[in-house]
């Protein structure tokens, strides 16, 4: 796992990219658990279930649209910008691997043909006018 942050705030974690090659166990937390977007890595074994279960409802209140990309097939260039949209790393995601945006800006170029991209996000999506801000 990969960990990109802020330039002008050390502190503030903007990207991360991963690969099925680090699951140490059953399961992997990726993202930070203070994080809105939450994704895990899950290795399990023939036969494994869980118990039927509902999540509970509770009201989240966020000022923050995540995204994370998982490619399914071929490969993706990952342009990852900091807060003052500048480029920060540019870095290549290959099947079964992922990119999460916490914060800060990205862009994503194919670099194969036929490409497939699990792409998830921050909901609910409100059109383009309410949900991208284009960095020049």
């Not at 509970?56 to 260039?77: C, H, L, M, N, P």
């Not at 800060?104 to 006018?129: A, Q």
Request: hydrophobic share 35%; with cysteine.
């Amino acid at each position: 796992m990969k960990k990109f942050y802020s330039k002008i705030n050390p502190d503030v974690l903007l990207h991360l990219t991963s690969g099925v090659t680090n699951l140490k166990s059953e399961r992997t937390d990726i993202s930070p658990e203070e994080e809105y977007l939450q994704l895990a890595l899950l290795k399990l074994k023939k036969g494994k279930t869980f118990r039927p279960h509902k999540h509970i409802i509770k009201e989240k209140i966020t000022d923050i649209a995540q995204e994370s990309w998982f490619v399914y097939r071929g490969s993706v260039e990952c342009i990852f910008y900091d807060l003052d949209d500048s480029i920060i790393s540019k870095e290549i995601i290959k099947e079964g691997e992922l990119s999460i945006t916490f914060r800060g800006g990205h862009n994503y170029r194919i670099l194969e043909e036929d490409t497939i991209v699990l792409e998830y996000k921050t909901g609910p999506y409100l059109g383009i006018e309410n949900d991208k801000k284009f960095i020049k």
